[in-house]
Each structure stands twice: as C-alpha cells, then as structure tokens.
Nanobody
Framework: QVQLVESGGGSVQSGGSLRVSCAAS????????LAWFRQAPGKEREWVAT???????AYADSVKGRFTVSQDNAKNTLYLQMNSLKPEDTGMYYC??????????????WGQGTQVTVSS
C-alpha cells in the first residue's frame, strides 16, 4: 500500500524559508512522477512543482526561481525547499505520486498535507 506522509510545515515571516518533506513508501513503479500541490482557504488546489523518475523538474510560474523540488532516493523522500516566501504561499501543502507516461498526467496517491503559513 502506498503511503505519503508530509512534514516540515510551519509559520514563517515573509521573505523567510521553509523545507517541507514527504516520506514515501510502498510505491514500486520505477517510472513515476512526484509532485507538490497546495490549497489556500477558499481556493482550489493548485499544482506547485513536479519531479519525475528521470530527475526532470517543472514549476508553476508563481514559484519559479523561489522553490526547488528534489528527491532523495535512498531515503524515499521528496522535498520542497521554499525561499523568499510570500503571504500568498500560505496553504496546505500536499505531496502526490503517480505513473510517468511520457509525462505526468495524473496522480493516484496523496498525502494528508502539511500547513505552511507566511505572515506579512
């Protein structure tokens, strides 16, 4: 059974940094996509960043140049390093996993989320 467990959220002032983590277990497909999504109160969930099994990354325009997605295969852990945080980055951050099919079309597994709050 696939499990994704996020950690590392918290509160930070505008301009600060945080790193959130996602510990993955039970995912056996060697060709995969791992992603971060976020959802602010009253808003729809939005995609933040993706890394695939080839190590290729992609970012939403709103976080490009400030956030970095990475993975530690030995630890089966996904990371999102967030720098220059803004109040609009506030939300629940979720990691997700799915198959790599020439691209990353969908995500079948989701974590429970970790809260990130950025104050001005």
């Amino acid at each position: 059974q696939v499990q994704l467990v996020e950690s590392g959220g918290g509160s930070v002032q505008s301009g600060g940094s945080l790193r959130v983590s996602c510990a993955a277990s039970g995912y056996t497909d060697s060709r995969y996509c791992l992603a971060w999504f976020r959802q602010a109160p009253g808003k729809e969930r939005e995609w933040v960043a993706t890394i695939d099994s080839n190590g290729l990354t992609a970012y939403a325009d709103s976080v490009k140049g400030r956030f970095t997605v990475s993975q530690d295969n030995a630890k089966n852990t996904l990371y999102l390093q967030m720098n220059s945080l803004k109040p609009e980055d506030t939300g629940m951050y979720y990691c997700a996993a799915g198959p790599f099919l020439r691209m990353c079309p969908n995500y079948n597994y989701w974590g429970q989320g970790t809260q990130v709050t950025v104050s001005s």
